[in-house]
Nanobody
Framework: QVQLVESGGGLAQPGGSLRLSCAAS????????MSWYRQAPGKERDLVAN????????TYVDSVKGRFTISRDNAKNVVYLQMNSLKPEDTAVYYC?????????WGQGTQVTVSS
């Protein structure tokens, strides 16, 4: 079955960096767009970034453009989210996700806390 396992979260200072990883299994990874989402306390889960199946096209929510970079390694079935210039408002649980019609799948999430 589809499994997505996120890692790499933690505590970072404002202006710092973190790199999230998501290991995928149970589906043909190289055939699907992968996404990162985040959910802050008391808020809905929001899309952060997408990357297409071959890694040639990426999209970002405006609030992270120029600071976050999504990438993927189809040989390793891993999608990454490099987060630079972190801000306190980036604090959230981060999830990777994939839509395999008609279902959407997410991992268990990894906590990112940005605080001094």
């Amino acid at each position: 079955q589809v499994q997505l396992v996120e890692s790499g979260g933690g505590l970072a200072q404002p202006g710092g960096s973190l790199r999230l990883s998501c290991a995928a299994s149970g589906f043909t990874f190289s055939s699907y767009t992968m996404s990162w989402y985040r959910q802050a306390p008391g808020k809905e889960r929001d899309l952060v970034a997408n990357i297409n199946a071959v890694g040639e096209s990426t999209t970002y929510v405006d609030s992270v453009k120029g600071r976050f970079t999504i990438s993927r390694d189809n040989a390793k079935n891993v999608v990454y989210l490099q987060m630079n210039s972190l801000k306190p408002e980036d604090t959230a649980v981060y999830y990777c996700g994939v839509r395999i019609w008609p279902m959407s799948y997410w991992g268990q999430g990894t906590q990112v806390t940005v605080s001094s």
